[in-house]
């Protein structure tokens, strides 16, 4: 279980995170599982990470802090099985690994011809075991709702047992019959907080996925501490989420480095929020 306390650095630099013990997790509320976008950020020693650590060993640390992570590494291609397997292990119990489609099939393919490819994504996922989570199908901006009958059938052929999201970038997706498409699919839309898509607060399903994004200009590079105040933002997201605990939904929920600048810290100060710290 995440530990209610709180690890305060001296530098004020450094941001105050989750301490737990090492071995099994749990989120920090029942059914409310929020993590980051990767974990991988060398620029988080110091924070996340202790100096010098070496990049084998961040998930480990990652994991002593939160319960769960969006693997970012999956859009640029399906990894290997030994890749999978090597996660699986370091996770501990109660882990769960969100990861998105390969661009790949939602980007250069648009979910056309590509049913081999998911499928073999899907099978390699798979080896996560119970430490699987949500599958994320992030579509490309230019993807608009003309597209509803393809996706509609790319979603159909997926192999049944793991968890789905989707997530549209274009406009002509608000206001469309996604959300029963979704609904009918038991697939999750996800639920975005970024500067080209209104905020839309609805679950199509059992589980919510939230995704805290930003501008990846505005922060580009140097993610050591919070740059830029959502205290307002994120109280609106606490609304949702209070809400959809009281439904007994599942809840994920990811911060990306461009949200604030540092993600940890986002999820940290969400927590906070929702616990009255003003």
């Known amino acids: 279980m995440l530990a209610s306390g709180l690890l305060v650095m001296e530098d004020p630099q450094q941001i105050k995170l989750f301490e737990e013990d090492a071995g099994e997790v749990s989120p920090p509320e029942e059914g409310l599982y929020l993590g980051t976008s990767g974990w991988s950020y060398a620029d988080w020693e110091g924070t996340v990470y202790p100096p010098a650590t070496p990049p084998g060993g961040r ?13 970012d590494s999956t859009f640029y291609g399906t990894p290997r099985g030994s890749t999978v397997e090597r996660w699986r292990r370091i996770a501990p119990t109660g882990f769960l690994f969100a990861a998105k489609f390969p661009q790949e099939i939602t980007h250069e393919k648009n979910l056309i011809g590509c049913k081999e490819a998911a499928d073999n994504f899907v099978r390699t996922m798979q080896g996560l075991e119970d430490r699987l ?12 709702a003309e597209g509803m009958e393809v996706l509609s059938t790319f979603l159909r052929e997926l192999p049944e047992g793991p968890r789905y999201v989707v997530e549209v970038r274009h406009r002509s997706w608000v206001g469309s019959e996604l959300p029963e498409l979704l609904g009918e699919r038991g697939v999750a839309l996800t639920l975005v907080d970024y500067p080209k898509m209104p905020r839309l607060a609805e679950a199509t399903t059992d589980f919510a996925y939230i995704r805290w994004l930003g501008n990846r200009r505005e922060f580009p590079s140097g993610h050591t501490h919070l740059k830029k105040d959502r205290d307002d933002d994120l109280l609106w997201w606490a609304g949702v989420v209070d809400r959809f605990l009281e439904e007994r939904k599942t809840i994920f929920a990811y911060a990306n480095n461009h949200y604030q600048n540092h993600s940890p810290s986002t999820v940290e100060r969400f927590l906070e929020l929702r616990r009255g710290d003003r």
């Open 133 to 144: 989570g949500p599958l994320l199908l992030q579509l490309p901006p230019d993807f608009t």
């Open 59 to 71: 998930l480990t640390e990652y994991a002593r802090h939160f319960a769960t992570v969006e693997i």
